[in-house]
Each structure stands twice: as structure tokens, then as C-alpha cells.
């Protein structure tokens, strides 16, 4: 309170300061004050696990039935040329969280990645067993701007010491990778993770957040719910086709969570997978899903594997029912995120935001796009890297030192490879994905000692796992693969004995 010069309260003074702010207040009103700063969004972002790219309804998947994330995918942004970072688990979770190749970090394979067999002309690669704690994830981005911060499901990109507390979440709930199929859950845990990410939103609904939920569905072994068993029995597999259903039906219990809150208008959701859906048998499972019209699946490089699905809404910023065709990387999520809350760009990311191109002010900037994969895999890929030019794919593999070159406007099946046709293109593109893994520092490839010919050609020659089409295949075809399968089985048992 102001003092006049004897010393006594003036309430006076107070009084004019008062009436002077009522006045600022009027004037503002009557000319127009600067708008208040809007609240940061909240962010939803679901992650699935080996989901192909036309495994939902919405991508054009008859025998699936995904009604929520067919709406969702209408009331936003569905993405029909999205691509992992990597064609399988741990590397493409490593480039969502720190926006950079995985290349770069030397995590370019699943933890703790497979032993070297006799099967292999080349050596694994010795890959980072974690992503290092000097590495800044997606949480303390946000955590700086005021956000809480939750990792719910699959981490699988580190162990102890490395888990998502150490890396800055806020919350941490794992779940079980696998469940007993119940009324009131699914064969993957999906209805528990669901559960953990509605209480977190509720008790957090003043104050920004943002929910990492890593679904561990579909990937092998899964099971569901007798009744949606029964009710997908005509369906490429039927227990697939349940389980996808079960995602469907959790994601929509989430966005009716959103709606009871009232966040769901200042909310960005994400759906999408880490990589390519499986193709060939494995486990217990003699078929799993299907990648047509493109080729193999997850662990390679081709379409098939790279591939994924991508649903963004944000209703009001993020145009809906658009359907775009525009190559993106799931290693753009960071800077992508920070700028779509209104936060800087950090320096030193591989990944470059799509913020402009998500909220229909802008296109992507033009670029090239590459992959380094220097790991033979139990889906029958070999050391491999790939590089996408504008509608051209060139598939390079390490162990052969062979290169193979696709139009994808022509032949988005990458069923042709016109590398003969197109020489001068296959050197000038090999050379720029020699010069990007050098960029990278990325990890190459040494000879195998114990190489044995026989295996090679049982595992890669006689068969090629990448040319298998398991929509089309005769039932000789299928019987074929699951020889294949046996031995692969066997390579990689026995690299698991010499490791020990």
C-alpha cells in the first residue's frame, strides 16, 4: 500500500492505480487486446508394434474391421507414404524419441540383436546396447516447456539404468507383454496400458501432458478374445484379425476419454507402428498378416518393411479427412512435436519437422531418405541399405555388394528392378548412400570366419524370403516357408549356442 509523506496508508493512491488498470482494461476491450497465449497441447501418441501398412480398414484391408481408426483417420491426417526409420523394433523406437538416424546411434537392430551364425557372409555389427543417457528423448524436451510426461507399454531401448524413469518420463507403466485373453482384457495387455493412459490424462487434465503408449500388439505370439475370434473367422487369420480389432477398440476408448475430459480439441493424436507388419511365419504362428500390394515386411528393406501406418488429428490445426502421399520418417517426431507446442528447434537432429505439412501451411521440404541395416534377420533379410530419391528406390545389399534400383510410380510392388536399365542413376545414388553413412559414422560389416556356403544358399538362395507373397501363395508355396522357417530356426539356435 502506498505511504504518504507522515507515514500513513494513502488509500487514495490505491484507488487511482485501480481505476488506471479498470481504464487499460476497457481500452483493450474496445480496441482489441493481443489474443492470450493458447495452452500448449497435449499429445497422445500410440505406438503399435509390427503393424503393417494396410492392416486397418482404412488403408484399404477388407477382412479388418477398425471402425475408430477409420473415424479417426476422418477427422484427420492419414499418411499413405510413412516410413520407419527402420524396418524393426528397438532402432525405429530409438529415432521416434531422440530424432535421430539410427545410423548415427549405433542401434541399428533389435535388443539385444541376434548371434552370428554359420549361415552369414559378414559379421553383425557391435550395436549400442542402449540408447545412452546423453541422449535427450522426447520427455525432457517437453518436461523444459512444463509438461508431465508418461511412457506406457514396450520401451526396448535399453535395460537397467537406461529405462524410460532415467531418460526422463515422469511415469513409467510396462505392462505384460503378454495376457490371458479375458472379458476384460486382450492377449497383449492392450486394456491395461489403455487404463494406465486414461488415469493419467484424468489426473492431469489442468496441465499439459504428453503419453508415450507403446502397444506391444500385434507382434508375436498374440491371442485375443474368444469372441472376436469368432467373429473375424473369415479374415486372412482370423486371430490377427482379432487382435487388430482389440487395438481398435482401445484407441477408441481412449478418444472417447478424450471427449468425456474435454481435451479432445487440444489434444495432437498420433497412430502408427514401428515398423512393417510380419510376412513370413514365425514362432507358433504359420501365417500372420500380408503387405500387399508391397513388398516383404518387417526386418527388410523394401516397402513392405518400411512402410507404416500414420493417423494424426488435431481437430481445428490438422486439416480433416486428408489423405497425403508425401514421404515422412518417423525420425521427424521430435522436432515435428516441439514445433507444433510452440517450442524451439533444437540443433543436431537428423529429423526435420512436418509441422507445416501437418497443419496445411506448407509441404515438406524436398529430400532424400536412407536407410542403414547392416544385420542378417529371423524374417530372412540380409545386411542391407536403402535410399529413396523421389520416386526411385535403390536397395543395396552389404554382403553381396549388389545394388538394385525400383521406380516406385511404376511399380510400387518393387516387383521389377530396372538397376540395367538405369546404370548412371545406380552409381550416382550408391555414392549418396556411401556419403550418408559416412555422415553418419555408421558401422559397417566385416567378413564371417566361419561363413559355410551350404547354409547361405539354404537360407537366401534357394529361398528368398522377400519375394514370398502370402496373400497369393499356394498352399505348396506356404509348405515351402515353413521348411524355410525350420532351418532359419536351426542357424539361429546354433549362433545362439556359440555365443553362450
Given at each position: 500500500m502506498n505511504q504518504n509523506p507522515a507515514g500513513r496508508p494513502n488509500a487514495w493512491g490505491g484507488l487511482v492505480k485501480l481505476f488506471a488498470l479498470a481504464g487499460t482494461l476497457m481500452a483493450s476491450l474496445l480496441h482489441g487486446a493481443a489474443p492470450a497465449t493458447p495452452a500448449r497441447p497435449n499429445i497422445v501418441f500410440i505406438l503399435c508394434d509390427d503393424l503393417g501398412i494396410n492392416d486397418l480398414h482404412c488403408y484399404g484391408r477388407p477382412d479388418h474391421h477398425t471402425p475408430n481408426l477409420d473415424r479417426?483417420?476422418?477427422?484427420?491426417?492419414?499418411?499413405?507414404?510413412?516410413?520407419?526409420?527402420?524396418p524393426i523394433c528397438s532402432p525405429s523406437r530409438a529415432?521416434?524419441?531422440?530424432?535421430?538416424?539410427?545410423?548415427?546411434?549405433?542401434?541399428?537392430?533389435?535388443?539385444?540383436?541376434?548371434?552370428d551364425c554359420a549361415a552369414q557372409k559378414v559379421l553383425h555389427p557391435e550395436i549400442q546396447m542402449q540408447l545412452p543417457l546423453?541422449?535427450?528423448?522426447?520427455?525432457?524436451?517437453?518436461k523444459a516447456a512444463g509438461y508431465v510426461t508418461a511412457a506406457i507399454g514396450k520401451w526396448h531401448v535399453g535395460g537397467n539404468g537406461f529405462g524410460p524413469l532415467e531418460h526422463g518420463f515422469d511415469l513409467y507403466h510396462p505392462g505384460q507383454a503378454n495376457t490371458r485373453p479375458s472379458a476384460t482384457e486382450?492377449?497383449?495387455?492392450?486394456?491395461?496400458?489403455?487404463?494406465?493412459?486414461?488415469?493419467?490424462?484424468?489426473?492431469?487434465?489442468?496441465?499439459?501432458?504428453?503419453?508415450?503408449?507403446?502397444?506391444?500388439?500385434?507382434?508375436?505370439?498374440?491371442?485375443?478374445?474368444?469372441?472376436?475370434?469368432?467373429?473375424?473367422?473369415?479374415?486372412?487369420e482370423p486371430v490377427y484379425a482379432a487382435v487388430i480389432e482389440t487395438i481398435d477398440d482401445t484407441v477408441g476408448r481412449l478418444l472417447a476419454r478424450l471427449e468425456a475430459l474435454q481435451l479432445a480439441e487440444n489434444t495432437i493424436v498420433i497412430f502408427t507402428s514401428d515398423n512393417g507388419g510380419?510376412?513370413?511365419?514365425?514362432?507358433?504362428?504359420?501365417?500372420?498378416?500380408?503387405?500387399?500390394?508391397?513388398?516383404?515386411?518387417?526386418?527388410?528393406?523394401?516397402?513392405?518393411?518400411?512402410?507404416?501406418?500414420?493417423?494424426?488429428?488435431?481437430?481445428?490445426?490438422?486439416?480433416?479427412?486428408?489423405?497425403?502421399?508425401?514421404?515422412?520418417?518417423?525420425?521427424?517426431?521430435?522436432?515435428?512435436?516441439?514445433?507444433?507446442?510452440g517450442m524451439p528447434q533444437p540443433a543436431g537432429l537428423d529429423g526435420v519437422s512436418q509441422a507445416p505439412l501437418l497443419q496445411g501451411r506448407g509441404s515438406a521440404a524436398q529430400r532424400s531418405l536412407g536407410w542403414h541395416f547392416p544385420h542378417y534377420t529371423n524374417q530372412g533379410s540380409r545386411p542391407s541399405g536403402a535410399l529413396r530419391e523421389g520416386n526411385w528406390m535403390l536397395v543395396e545389399y552389404y554382403d553381396t555388394e549388389t545394388a538394385e534400383l525400383y521406380d516406385l510410380a511404376a511399380d510400387p510392388a518393387e516387383a521389377q528392378n530396372v538397376a540395367l536399365a538405369h546404370p548412371d542413376r545406380v552409381v550416382k545414388m550408391r555414392a549418396a548412400l556411401a556419403a550418408w553413412r559416412e555422415a553418419n559414422s555408421a558401422q559397417t560389416n566385416r567378413p564371417n570366419p566361419g561363413f559355410n556356403p551350404d547354409r547361405y544358399r539354404e537360407l537366401y538362395?534357394?529361398?528368398?524370403?522377400?519375394?514370398?507373397d502370402p496373400l497369393g501363395a499356394s498352399r505348396a508355396v506356404w509348405e515351402k516357408m515353413w521348411a524355410w522357417r525350420q532351418r532359419m530356426n536351426t542357424a539361429v539356435q546354433a549362433g545362439a549356442k556359440g555365443r553362450k
Open positions: 479417426l483417420a476422418g477427422q484427420g491426417m492419414r499418411f499413405t507414404a510413412a516410413y520407419c526409420a527402420q529415432a521416434i524419441l531422440t530424432g535421430k538416424a539410427p545410423a548415427r546411434l549405433h542401434l541399428t537392430t533389435y535388443l539385444p540383436g541376434r548371434p546423453t541422449e535427450k528423448l522426447l520427455p525432457r524436451y517437453f486382450g492377449g497383449k495387455g492392450e486394456y491395461d496400458l489403455t487404463a494406465c493412459a486414461e488415469r493419467f490424462m484424468e489426473t492431469n487434465r489442468n496441465r499439459p501432458f504428453l503419453i508415450y503408449l507403446a502397444h506391444n500388439a500385434p507382434h508375436i505370439p498374440y491371442d485375443a478374445q474368444p469372441t472376436r475370434i469368432a467373429g473375424n473367422t473369415q479374415a486372412f510380419l510376412h513370413v511365419p514365425e514362432g507358433s504362428h504359420a501365417r500372420i498378416t500380408h503387405n500387399t500390394p508391397y513388398r516383404a515386411g518387417k526386418g527388410f528393406v523394401y516397402e513392405g518393411g518400411l512402410r507404416i501406418p500414420l493417423l494424426v488429428r488435431w481437430p481445428g490445426r490438422v486439416p480433416a479427412g486428408k489423405v497425403v502421399d508425401t514421404p515422412v520418417i518417423n525420425t521427424d517426431w521430435v522436432p515435428t512435436l516441439l514445433e507444433m507446442a538362395e534357394e529361398v528368398d524370403a522377400s519375394r514370398f
